[in-house]
């Protein structure tokens, strides 16, 4: 089925109409669920993955100072390295933000290292993020439960207690 029978049908059922700029393939695999579910409910949960220009120079630079902070001066590198990843993704985020000024949506929280913004959005706000050349990749973000431990029923274990012992090796602190 093509992109313009499957708009049509959005129009007919759901009260919207997929803009011309999406094609098949784009990246926003499951837009067609997010507006659905922005129509039904006022607002969908999304996380939006945003180009951040230089991003792996920035944390690649951020990382490096992670493992070498020996004198004031590698600190203060270390320090503006991180200032620099942070002020990267923030300027695109607020970026976004602006875009959406006049829309409804709320702003959940920007990451500070990572290129993601979470955020609760109506559908023209998320038809709006689709039109932005910085919006990489929109997903819901949906509550995972986690699965239960029997470790925590054990009374060898318990969770209020640190087992560094057991842990060091875990994630490999050895080797690092």
């Known amino acids: 089925m093509n992109l313009k029978k499957i708009g049509m049908i959005a129009l007919l059922v759901f009260g919207f109409m997929i803009p011309d700029h999406l094609s098949a393939g784009d990246q926003f695999k499951n837009l067609n669920g997010l507006l659905e579910k ?28 992670r493992s070498s902070r020996e004198n004031s001066h590698i600190r203060q590198e270390a320090f ?7 002020q990267a993704i923030s300027n695109q985020a607020n970026s976004i933000l602006y875009h959406l000024k006049e829309l409804n949506f709320r702003h959940v929280h920007t990451f500070k290292t990572i290129p993601f913004l979470s955020m609760a959005v109506g559908k023209e706000a998320l038809l709006k993020l689709t039109e932005l050349d910085i919006v990489v990749d929109i997903i819901e973000d949906e509550k995972i439960s986690l699965p239960k431990s029997d470790n925590f029923h054990s009374t ?4 209020d207690i640190p087992h560094l012992s057991d842990s060091t ?3 490999g602190a050895p080797y690092a």
């Open 38 to 65: 922005a129509l039904t409910e006022g607002q969908v949960n999304i996380m939006i993955k945003m180009d951040v220009p230089n991003l792996q120079f920035l944390t690649a630079n951020s990382t490096f100072y």
């Open 80 to 86: 503006n390295a991180d200032l620099k990843l942070k």
């Open 156 to 159: 060898e274990v318990k969770p």
């Open 169 to 171: 090796n875990l994630i």
